[in-house]
Structures are given as C-alpha cells and as structure tokens.
Nanobody, 118 residues
Framework: QVQLVESGGGLVQPGGSLRLSCAAS????????MGWYRQAPGKQRELVAS???????QYVNSVKGRFTISRDNAKNTVYLLMDSLTPEDTAVYYC????????????WGQGTQVTVSS
C-alpha cells in the first residue's frame, strides 16, 4: 500500500556530490512533511533535513550550506542534493513521510547506503 523508495546512493570520493531521490506512493503526498534521516554504525538515527507541506526547510548544522532538500509534488518525490561530501556523511539514508494532524502517521523507506571514501 504505502511505499517510500529511496535511490541514488553509492560510493563517492570526498568532495564529491550525490543526489538522493525518494518516490512515494499510497499517500496524499501534499499532506506530508518529508524528511531525510541517516544512521551510521553505532550511532543513533538523526534528522538531516526536512521540508514541510508549504516548502519550509530545516537542516542539521553539520550539513548546512552543503545539502539541499526539495520536493516535486507532481512526481510525489523528495530529493536530497549532497555537495562537498566528507567521510562523516557515510551512513544509511532513510526517507520519512510525517503527518501530525488528526492522527499521527509516519512512514519510512528501506534506506540507501551512502559511502564517502577515497
């Protein structure tokens, strides 16, 4: 029914760029705040970036100025453009869809691996 499918992960060199995509189905996309989380081995999952239904964006301090989140409502897709990547960005990146009115709902993608290494 509900699916969030991430793509675009892979191996990149330090200083490189990568664009992640998350295609959503089974939800009314415009009702949801969309976010990107990441989790590295031995660390807690952290919110990297989010974008609300009206286009307001937020970023964790460590990626400000390097990452850009955007959404295309016509395609039910959210993107994360990552520039100037460092090894500290290595993690599994997860797409999240969140709605907090009437009833709280959260959906998660399966994750996509991003590895930054030379």
């Amino acid at each position: 029914q509900v699916q969030l499918v991430e793509s675009g992960g892979g191996l990149v060199q330090p200083g490189g760029s990568l664009r992640l995509s998350c295609a959503a189905s089974g939800i009314i996309f415009t009702f949801f705040t969309m976010g990107w989380y990441r989790q590295a081995p031995g660390k807690q999952r952290e919110l990297v970036a989010s974008i609300t239904t009206v286009g307001r964006t937020q970023y964790v301090n460590s990626v400000k100025g390097r990452f850009t989140i955007s959404r295309d409502n016509a395609k039910n897709t959210v993107y994360l453009l990552m520039d100037s990547l460092t090894p500290e960005d290595t993690a599994v990146y997860y797409c999240n869809a969140e709605r907090r009115v009437q009833a709280s709902v959260d959906y998660w993608g399966q994750g996509t691996q991003v590895t930054v290494s030379s």
